[in-house]
C-alpha cells in the first residue's frame, strides 16, 4: 500500500545509533541509500528519539 510504512523498533545501542546517523547522512547528501525499508523523516524520528539517552555499545539478543 503506498504511504503505509511499518513502525520500526527503536534505537537501543550506541551502534545502531551510528548506522542510522551515517544513513541519514547518506540519505542527506543524495547518495544511494543501504536501508532500503525506512525514509528519512523515520531516520530522524529515531535519531531525536534516542539524542541524551545512555545507551550501551553494543546489545545481545535476550533468550540466547
Known sequence: ???????????V??????MFGAEYARR???KAPRMKGITREELRGHLKESK??????????KGK
Open 13 to 18: 545501542s550506541k551502534a545502531q545509533r551510528g
Open 1 to 11: 500500500m503506498p504511504g503505509k510504512h511499518r513502525k520500526h523498533t527503536p534505537i
Open 52 to 61: 541524551g539517552k545512555k545507551l550501551p555499545k553494543r546489545t545481545t539478543r
Open 28 to 30: 542527506k547528501a543524495g
